[in-house]
């Protein structure tokens, strides 16, 4: 069990990690430089898998994805929470599904280090905290029958 404080700063620090990785996802222009420098380091690597040439609609749902995380980044910085931890981790638990899938079906083993730090915050953001006794934050709890 964590404490509470502590909890917070795995819940921003998570948040500032997720800014800095997906800004380069919001725009078009951006999103070609960050794929050619991971598609640089895939061959130089040698991993195995492919990385193709994206299209349109790459660039459209990569952009999206982008826009929405940074701001529910900016939102986990300024509204720092137990709730909003829980639900990012949720949501890692989701990307970390889809990016195992990606790399089953033959996408970079490069995306396997980004595995790593969504299930690393996901585990992380689901420990159990332990309240701080002046906190006013909504406790989530299962529903009595």
Not at 25 to 43: A, G, N
Not at 63 to 76: A, T, Y
Not at 94 to 123: D, K, N, P, R, V
Request: hydrophobic share 50%; with cysteine.
């Amino acid at each position: 069990m964590i404490s509470e404080t502590r909890y917070h700063g795995i819940v921003k620090a998570s948040a500032w990690f997720d800014l800095l990785v997906t800004l380069p996802f919001i725009t078009p222009w951006t999103m070609d430089i960050l794929y050619s420098i991971l598609r640089h380091q895939h061959h130089y690597w040698q991993f195995a898998g492919q990385m193709h040439d994206l299209n349109t609609a790459n660039y459209l749902f990569a952009n999206l994805m982008g826009s929405v995380i940074f701001v529910w980044s900016l939102l986990r910085i300024l509204r720092t929470d137990i709730v909003t931890g829980r639900l990012d981790a949720v949501a890692r638990y989701l990307f970390c599904l889809w990016q195992l899938y990606a790399w089953q079906h033959g996408f970079s083993s490069l995306i396997l280090i980004f595995t790593f730090f969504e299930l690393s915050f996901g585990i992380a953001q689901s420990l159990p905290v332990r309240r701080n006794a002046s906190s006013s934050e909504p406790v989530l709890r299962p529903a009595s029958a």
